[in-house]
């Protein structure tokens, strides 16, 4: 069984950065599309934030990606949050191999404060 570890998240105040952190064996961060997701209100659709190499137009002013092999983890940086960020944020190994295969972390809510 694959594991996808996700640690990071929790309650921020606006303005401040949180990093994520995404743990997987060797070869899921090397054969599958490492995305990160966001989803603000239950029930909504995941908004896809970032691959493990570049952030969307909507945060990559404020969002980066990093990795380091070493712990096979990657990372999520936030930073200038503001409210409209909180949500619970997942990483995804996606089209393993070239195939529909696909493994999820449990996901971690952020929560920015006023």
């Known amino acids: 069984q694959v594991q996808v570890i996700q640690e990071g998240g929790g309650s921020v105040q606006a303005g401040g950065s949180l990093r994520l952190s995404c743990t997987a064996p060797?070869?899921?961060?090397?054969?599958?599309?490492m995305n990160w997701y966001r989803q603000t209100t239950p029930g909504k659709e995941r908004e896809r934030l970032c691959?493990?190499?570049h952030c969307t137009d909507t945060v990559n002013d404020r969002f980066s990606v990093s990795r380091d092999n070493s712990k096979n983890t990657l990372y999520l940086q936030m930073n200038a949050l503001t409210e409209i960020d909180t949500g619970r944020y997942t990483c995804?190994?996606?089209?393993?191999?070239?195939?529909?295969?696909?493994?999820w972390g449990d996901g971690t809510q952020v929560t920015v404060t006023s």
């Open positions: 995804a190994a996606e089209r393993c191999w070239g195939t529909a295969t696909s493994y």
């Open positions: 060797e070869y899921i961060l090397n054969y599958c599309e």
């Open positions: 691959n493990k190499m």
